[in-house]
């Protein structure tokens, strides 16, 4: 046998190399991993409250599948926030709104073409979490105790659902950003932002965030232009005392008709429909976008109230 070091030096080297599993090109091999195919390597699934919510399985789903997704969302949220989770369903009867929550069947509604052929995930994700905040608020306006708000904000709420920014009737950012609906677009929002980890494989789901925020801002600059920078406030404070300015009604109606039948505020009013008598008229309001009239005099047993999601319009996320 040869010894190395009577061959040549490139021989030796070679010989070397071989001898301790280097490569032909001089790079030590490297053991495979296990598992290792050469494959990009596999993405890390999704947690069971969004597994059905990526946009491959969403794509090879069926609308009652991405209902049955977006449902364990809710129970996921839900059970985060110790309250009841409400059903998911779907109702054709929301002309351009997303979704709302509908206090008198209890339930969250999404249109129908959030989960139909060409929808997106993260929209439907959204709504849902949209809606589900709303049934939160309803229940702490109610008196059902919450840590996911202090007694101010609850008040705020409960002010505005007696007194309601219907979108058709108000200018848009006076809907947009009252206390409701502000408070359930920062959630929808926040949360979709703590899942990002989540779709990191996903460039769609940023994109969406990206888009989202971009058309919050907006919105924003448009509502300090009209009010002030102190918009919020502004339209809380404008809630809060048509709010009062009810119940002090509803106490003086109520002792002139003391022994008799006290009527009721809004009277004529169907659940989810409208009280005229509280809102500033501009044009009539459509029955899809109608939401009750709240009892002053009574806060429990508020009627029925349909309140919708961020989308006023189908055609983009803006409410």
Known sequence: MTAVREMDP???????????????????????????????????????????????QWAGSTPDERIHGLQRLENHVAGQQHRTARPVVTDPGLGQAYGQFNTQENRLSLNPTLVGNGSSPYQAMQTVLHEGRHSLQWDAARGVPTSEASSATVQSWRDN??????????????YRFQPLEDDANVFATRSMESEAHNFADDPGYQQFLTSDAALT?????????????DFRQEIA??????????????????????????????????PGQVDMTRVRMSQPVPAAEAVGQLAAAQPVAWRGVRVSSRGSSLGGRGA
């Open 10 to 56: 490139a021989s030796a080297r070679d010989l070397w190399d071989k001898m301790r599993g280097r490569v032909s090109a001089g790079k030590e091999a490297e053991p495979p991993s296990a598992g290792h195919t050469g494959a990009a390597p596999p993405k890390t699934p999704l947690p069971p409250h969004l597994e059905a919510l990526g946009a491959q």
């Open 161 to 174: 659902y007696q007194a309601y920014n219907v979108p058709a009737v108000v200018p848009y950012h006076e």
């Open 217 to 229: 801002a907006d919105h924003e600059r448009r509502a300090t232009g009209a009010l002030g920078a």
């Open 237 to 270: 404070t404008d809630i809060s005392a048509r709010a009062t300015q009810q119940r002090q009604a509803a106490q003086q109606g109520q002792g002139a008709t003391h022994g008799q039948e006290a009527p009721q505020h809004g009277q004529g009013t169907q």
